[in-house]
Every structure is written in structure tokens, then in C-alpha cells.
């Protein structure tokens, strides 16, 4: 069994993972409390199995948390059945009115912006920590662009989002519980604002589209919140972990950089070959079973994602970064039901950083060690500090 808090472990989890996935497909993990898949067959089970089912529980004491929670219960991410079915149609519809295809040529001049002056600080010798300066900075931009959130909501976005997801790790002190209610507040505050805004004044926003598709204003705020923090952290540390699997590759980059149509490809592998998310959990509606393993009504059980991304049943060669590989059906963004509705526009923002980076910083090399955040579900880097080359 693996510690979540364990550095060693978080430096390289992918070892533990091949341990647990040659015990057999689900095991029990005292440590997390929940039996765990990890085999990419048992996972992929656990998340279209249509007898387990996102759950949302409040966070307690309720009268504590109550903007936190009720950012959560109205978010079509914790809602299932019929009334997921709903608000997935209704947010699916205003995401696919070409919000991806309207924001492409924004997002790539700002990736190109922020990687082009990340590249003049690494050849002047100064720090250029690729992180702080574009994976964290790119995805909240382009979640504020897509929103239209005004300011000073906008500069505010991405405390709020880094305060409030902190709440999804195991484990949380007091205080860090009280500042993700404070955030939670502040946000539920804005985005009740933003919402008459639209309403009084449509623009070509997905808020607008939202509020004209008939989302309630909870709904709204709850939508929003979600695509804030789901289409963010995951984002930056997708960015994080997969500009490090190059630098500790390169002949992997140098095979990218040469070749832009391996982008896509690239895109995929770099999600597949460390995932910033790593674990999913959902609750059983019925008495069921995964692969075996009795999950009684009422308990959960959860997927862990990065130990199905090296599943040799599923990947030829799973430990090896292949940015040609073509068979990769990596379960990154899900599946079944609630299947990442922001998958286009995450492959969009990863491709252009990638596309930017061979553009301004083909030579890049590690400048100095990374620093690790201390969180497990959610997997990435502090600092990425990259030199010219
Ligand atoms: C690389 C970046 C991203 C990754 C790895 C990722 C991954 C995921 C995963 C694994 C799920 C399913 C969770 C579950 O089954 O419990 C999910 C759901 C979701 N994601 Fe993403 N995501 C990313 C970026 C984004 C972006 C940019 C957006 C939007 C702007 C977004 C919006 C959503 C939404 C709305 C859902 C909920 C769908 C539902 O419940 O029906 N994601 N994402």
C-alpha cells in the first residue's frame, strides 16, 4: 500500500502502482479508506459503471460551509441521473456553440506572449520558471476569456480556484478548510454579479449562453465554479508534468520539435504518461461489484487513474514517453457520463504551450530541480525552472 504523504512516493508513484496492479484489479487501501481500481479495465468500470455515481456529500459542519457547498451540490460534476442529464445538456450546448474554436487564436498568442518572454528570461540568465510564468497563468486567462469575468473577479480567479480545490485532498487542517469557505464566498458573490450583468447585457460568452439556456442562478454559479476549478489546476499541471516527462526525455523533444504534426499525439501521451489527476471517487447506488470486489449500497470506491496509465494490458510499452504513441486509450479526462466537457479546449491551451515552446525555447533544459507540490489527487508541480539550452 502507498502514503499519499510520503515524498518518495510522490516523486515517482508510478513503481507503487505496478505493485498494487499485480495484486489484482481492486484492492481495500486502509489508508484512503475506500477500495481502490487500479487496472485500466477495473477503472474504466468504476466510471461508466452506471450503479456507482458521484455523490456529492456536504462538507461538515454544513453551517460552516456553506458557500463551498453549495458551489458543489449545484455542479453538474456531483449530480447524477436526470438531473445530471439536464445540466450536462444544457452546459454541453452552450460549450458547443464554438467557444473552443472562438478562443483558439487567443489562446495561442497568449501562450505564444507568455512562453516568448519565459524564453527571454531564460536566455538573459534570469529565472524562468515555466509554472508560475505561463502553466499557471494560461489556464485561468483563458477560463476568465471564456466567462468574460471582468475585473478585479478576474485577478482574483486563481487564488480563489488554488484556495478552494484544496478542500479535495485528504486530510485538510482547519484553517486551510476555513480560507477554501472564505474563497468559496467571495466567488458565489461574483459570479451572482456576473450572472445579472449577462442577463441584463448579453455578450458572446458562455455565461451568457448559459443564462439564455435557462440555468438557474445557483446552477450557474455552480457551473461556473466548476469550470474554473476543473478547467484550471488540471490544466497547469498537465502543462507542469508534461513539459518535465520532455525535459527528461529529450530525445522525445527533439523528435516532437522536429516533427509539429506529432503535437497531437504528444498532447495525449503527455496526459496519459503522468496525469495530473489521479484519482476519482463515486459511491454506490445499489449493491454492485468491480471486478469482483463487493461494493456494498452507501460506500465508495475509488479509480486510480495514474495506475491504469501504465497498465500493460491497455499500453504496449506503458513506462516508456512515446509523443508518436497512436494506440492510447488513456482514461485522462474520464469516462462515461461525465466524460471532461473541456477536453478540447485543455488539448487546445497543452498544444499551444508546446507549439510556443518549440517556437521560442527549442533548446530548453532543466535549470535546476523541480519542486513537487505536496497534494496526490492532484498531481504537478511548484516550480519548473527551464534554461536556454
Ligand atoms: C488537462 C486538463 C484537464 C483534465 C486532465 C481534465 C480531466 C477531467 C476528468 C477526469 C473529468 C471526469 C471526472 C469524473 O469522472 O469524476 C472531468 C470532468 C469535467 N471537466 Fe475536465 N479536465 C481538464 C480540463 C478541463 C477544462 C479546460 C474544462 C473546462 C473549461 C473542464 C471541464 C470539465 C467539466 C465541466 C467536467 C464535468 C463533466 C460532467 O460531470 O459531466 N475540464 N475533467
Redesign the pocket.
Known sequence: MFDPADPAFLANPYPAFAVLRALGPVHAHPGLGTPVAVSHAACSAV?RHRGLG?LWADAEPAAEFGAFNLLHRNS??EREGES?HRL?GL?AGAFNRGHTARLEPAVRALADRLVADLAADARAGRPADLVGSVAAVL?VE??AE?LAVPEPARSALREWSNTIVRMYEPHLDAPRRAAAERASAEFVDALRGLADLRRRRPGDDLVSDLVAGGLDADELVG?AA??LM??HE??VN?VGNGVLALLRHPAQWERLRADPALTPTAVEEL?RFD???QL?ERTALEDTDVAGHPVPAGTRIAAL?GAAAHDPEAFDRPDEFDVGRTRNPH?????????????P??RL??AAVLDALRAHLPGMVLAAEPERLPTFVMRGLRTLPLGAG
Open positions: 466510471l458521484r453538474l460534476l445530471h450536462r452546459v489556464p483563458v477560463i471564456l457551473t466548476l469550470l476543473a478547467g488540471a490544466t498537465a496526459l496525469p495530473p489527476l476519482f487513474l482514461l485522462g479526462f474520464g469516462a462515461g457520463v461525465h466524460y471532461c466537457l473541456g477536453a479546449l485543455a491551451e497543452v
